[in-house]
C-alpha cells in the first residue's frame, strides 16, 4: 500500500525557477449550492474535481514504527479518494537533513508535491509563492471554526491558509518507568529538587534515573525544558525567540546550563549517539528511570504493546506543567505550476477531517489540532496535553528544539553550542555564555530573528 522509501538525489542543477504561484482560481458556486448552504446553515465540503488517479510526492521524515503507522493510515484515506502517496524519506529525527533535502529540491526546480515542516519556516516557502494556497478548503471545511484558534491563525501567516496542520507534540513530557517507580516507592517528580532526590534513590539501588542521548537535538529538547523551568515563558521567548543577547547573560541562564551538564550524572556515561527510537527503547526496556522527550514517543511504546499508565506514565517536565511546549506537524503543498493541484487539495481537505483526526492522532502520539475533538481516542497523556494547550495562549511556548521558536540558522548556532558545553566539561559557563551572546548579537543584526513574530 505505501510507496517507495527513497531518498531523492540532491541535485543543485538550476537556480531558483518556481515561478510565484498565482492566486488558486476561483472554483464557482452555484447559486442554487450556495443558496442550500445558507439555508442549512453548514460547510459544504469544497467538491474537488479528480477525475484521474494522481501520485504525490511525500517528502518527510517518519520512519519509526507509530510514525509508519501514522503515515499508513494518511495514505489509507488519500488512496480512497484516488491519489497515491508516494514516500520520500530523508530518515532522521526531528527532521534533521529533511530541510537541506528540501531546499536543494526546490533550487533545483523539483520541490515534491508534498512536504512535512514544523515551524513558521513555511511562511518563507509561501512569501516567495511557492506553496498551493489551501483557503478554499479551508474556507469551506470553515477550518477557521473547526481549528483550535491560535492554530488556525498560525496557518495563515499572510491572510492565506498555507499549510494543513496535522496534530500537536507536547514536548515537555517526563516519562516515567512505572514498575522501576513502584518498586522504589518512588512518585514522578514534580520540580527538579524532587528529581534530584529521587534520582539519587535510583542511583543508590543502581538504576540510572534519565535515558538521554547525545544527539544535537535530543540534548536540545532537554535543554529548553530546563530553560522553561528556570525562568518560565517570557524568559524563553526573550532567549529563543527574540535571542535577546541579555538573556544569555542572565544567571537563570547560568543556571540552567549548569543544570544540564549536572543531570550527566544521572544518566549511563559516557552519554551515547542514539537515535531517539534507541533511547526510547532503553527507557521501555527498563534501562533508565525516566526519560525526557516529546509525546511521539508515546506512540511509539503504543506502536510496540507499551500500554500508557500501566507500563509507563507521563507528566509535565519538572518545574513546567503550566506551560505546554508545543511542536506542530504540518504538511506543506508545493504548487509547481498547479499540476498537482486537486490532489493536494484533497489531502489537505482529509487532514482535518474529525477521524483522521482522532484516529492519525492516537497512533502518533500527539494530540488533534481541533477545537472539539473526539476525546474518547486521548489517554491519560493525551487528555493532559490537551487541557493545557486549550488554555491559550499564556500556556504556550514553541518548542526551540522543533523549530518553533526561530529561525533554522539561530537554531543550529545555539544548540551547537549547548551540545558542546553538554559534551565537554572543559567549557565553562561563563565560557558559554560570552560565546552565545556574540552569537546573539550577530544574529540580531543580520535579522534573522523573529520568525515566530510573523504568527503570534
Ligand atoms: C519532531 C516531529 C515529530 C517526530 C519527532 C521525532 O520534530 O514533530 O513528528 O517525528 O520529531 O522525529
Not at 16 to 41: E, F, I, M, V, Y
Not at 82 to 94: H, Q, R, Y
Not at 337 to 358: D, E, F, I, W, Y
Not at 376 to 392: E, H, L, N, P, T
Request: net charge neutral; with cysteine.
Amino acid at each position: 500500500m505505501r510507496g517507495d522509501k527513497t531518498v531523492t538525489p540532491i541535485t543543485i542543477s538550476s537556480p531558483l525557477k518556481q515561478p510565484a504561484s498565482p492566486r488558486a482560481p476561483q472554483t464557482r458556486r452555484t447559486l442554487r449550492s450556495l443558496l442550500a448552504a445558507a439555508l442549512l446553515g453548514c460547510a459544504h465540503a469544497y467538491t474537488i474535481a479528480q477525475t484521474q488517479p494522481d501520485t504525490l510526492q511525500v517528502l518527510h521524515w517518519w520512519t519509526s514504527t507509530s510514525e509508519h503507522k501514522a503515515v499508513d493510515l494518511l495514505v489509507a484515506d488519500l488512496a480512497a479518494e484516488n491519489v497515491t502517496w508516494k514516500d520520500v524519506v530523508v530518515p532522521a529525527g526531528s527532521g534533521v537533513g529533511e530541510l537541506i533535502v528540501l531546499k536543494s529540491r526546490v533550487l533545483a526546480g523539483d520541490a515534491p508535491d508534498v512536504a512535512q515542516l514544523n515551524g513558521p519556516i513555511f511562511s518563507e516557502w509561501a512569501d516567495l509563492g511557492l506553496l498551493t494556497d489551501l483557503d478554499k478548503v479551508a474556507d469551506s471545511g470553515k477550518w477557521d471554526k473547526l481549528l483550535l484558534p491560535e492554530i488556525a491563525s498560525w496557518i495563515r501567516p499572510h491572510g492565506h491558509v498555507v499549510v494543513a496542520p496535522l496534530g500537536i507534540h507536547r514536548v515537555n513530557t517526563l516519562f516515567f518507568n512505572r514498575k522501576i517507580l513502584d518498586q522504589y516507592g518512588l512518585m514522578p517528580p514534580q520540580n527538579w529538587d524532587e528529581f534530584e532526590r529521587t534520582a539519587a534513590k535510583l542511583h543508590k539501588a543502581g538504576v540510572p534515573a534519565l535515558a538521554q542521548s547525545s544527539e544535537p537535538w535530543q540534548i536540545a529538547t532537554l535543554f529548553e525544558t530546563l530553560v522553561l523551568a528556570e525562568g518560565g515563558s517570557a524568559f524563553y521567548h526573550d532567549l529563543f525567540v527574540k535571542k535577546d543577547p541579555a538573556a544569555f547573560n542572565d544567571p537563570r541562564f547560568a543556571h540552567a546550563l549548569k543544570r544540564l551538564r549536572d543531570l550527566k550524572q544521572w544518566m549511563a556515561t559516557p552519554v551515547q549517539n542514539m537515535q531517539w527510537p534507541e533511547v526510547t527503547r532503553l527507557f521501555a526496556n527498563g534501562g533508565a528511570a525516566m526519560m525526557v522527550m516529546g509525546d511521539w514517543a508515546k506512540g511509539e511504546m503504543n506502536a510496540w504493546g507499551n500500554a500508557t499508565d500501566s507500563s509507563f506514565g507521563c507528566v509535565a517536565t519538572p518545574g513546567t506543567a503550566d506551560y505546554h511546549l508545543y511542536d506542530i506537524d504540518t504538511l506543506a503543498m508545493f504548487a509547481a505550476g498547479g499540476t498537482h493541484r486537486n490532489a493536494q487539495l484533497k489531502l489537505a481537505q482529509l487532514t482535518l477531517s474529525p477521524a483522521v483526526q482522532a484516529d492519525y492522532n492516537q497512533v502518533k502520539g500527539s494530540i488533534p489540532v481541533l477545537r472539539n475533538p473526539d476525546t474518547s481516542k486521548m489517554d491519560s497523556c493525551a487528555r493532559a496535553s490537551w487541557k493545557v494547550f486549550a488554555r491559550g495562549a499564556s500556556a504556550q511556548v514553541p518548542s526551540f528544539a522543533h523549530r518553533m521558536a526561530t529561525d533554522e540558522t539561530s537554531r543550529d548556532a545555539i544548540i551547537g553550542e549547548v551540545r558542546r558545553y553538554f559534551m565537554d566539561e572543559t567549557i565553562s559557563t561563563q565560557e558559554t555564555q560570552r560565546r552565545l551572546m556574540s552569537i546573539a548579537r550577530i544574529l540580531t543584526k543580520i535579522g534573522t530573528d523573529n520568525a515566530q513574530d510573523t504568527h503570534r
